[in-house]
């Protein structure tokens, strides 16, 4: 006698599978993008309370005291929190020069107190030296003239300008500019969808540079302090492009999920 057939189930659970491991993807990249947009905001909040912010010259900010062995003790304003001394030989002669900037921060005003700042100065091989004051701002639209502090007139140093640096400014229109290229060559490509997920990638790398700009310093075209800006605008530019990335990420992953679910 024959039994009857009957035929075993079998279910293919892979797409269930996948679909767990899209979920706990969405959600670990979830994660890691709160992490990096709470860092880049952090990160930009540091950058404006250490800010520098530079002191003109006035004959209350400072005072100077001479010493028997020829050198010289400058003792600064109570609020006066931080100071930049930079030695350079001179081109005419065996003197020295030295410029010195001032500063305070919102940070030290806010948090700490510093209290009297003070430099001594002196000549270790008993040469002549001077000092110059760099003022670090504008005059009525120009540049300010550094400030003989001590010493006599170099003439390599006398009527010296300290300049802004533009670098960070040409560096953020050089972005403003691949960020338009990228984007006409993604609109020519847009029925293209492997060049046109590339594109979008390659959108964000200008774009992160030039919102990490504006974190650090505004639209400000110049700056006094280049290298510590460009060291924050990277640094923020790195973590907001890791945060777009993972947001374009899991757009393209939600797609996905729905047309697992559909």
């Known amino acids: 006698m024959n039994m009857p057939m009957i035929p075993s189930l079998q279910t293919d659970i892979s797409p269930l599978i996948n679909l767990k491991k899209k979920l706990f993807r969405k959600k670990f990249q979830s994660i890691i993008l709160s992490v990096a947009l709470v860092l880049s905001l952090a990160i930009s909040l540091f950058a404006y309370l250490t800010a520098p912010k530079y002191f003109p010259f006035t004959s209350n900010l400072l005072s100077i005291e001479e010493s028997r062995d020829g050198s010289i003790t400058i003792l600064f304003d109570e609020k006066v929190t931080g100071y930049t001394l930079y030695e350079t030989p001179s081109e005419n002669d065996d003197s020295t020069v030295y410029s010195l900037e001032v500063w305070t921060t919102t940070w030290d005003n806010l948090f700490q107190d510093r209290g009297t700042q003070a430099v001594v100065i002196g000549s270790n091989d008993e040469n002549p030296f001077s000092v110059y004051y760099i003022q670090n701002h504008s005059q009525s639209g120009k540049s300010a003239e550094n400030i003989l502090l001590y010493g006599s007139h170099n003439s390599s140093s006398g009527g010296l300008i300290s300049l802004p640096g533009l670098s960070l400014w040409y560096l953020f229109l050089l972005s403003a500019a691949l960020f338009v290229v990228f984007g006409v060559i993604l609109l020519v ?74």
Request: proline residues 1%.
């Open 189 to 262: 490509f847009k029925r293209n969808d492997c060049a046109k997920l590339w594109l979008k990638k390659l959108l964000l790398l200008p774009f992160s540079y030039m919102v990490g700009h504006v974190f650090v310093m505004g639209f400000n075209a110049s700056s006094y302090s280049e290298q510590r800006d460009f060291s924050l605008i990277i640094l923020i530019a790195t973590l907001l492009f890791c945060a777009l990335l993972l947001i374009l990420d899991t757009h393209q992953l939600r797609k996905e999920i729905r047309e697992m679910e559909g």
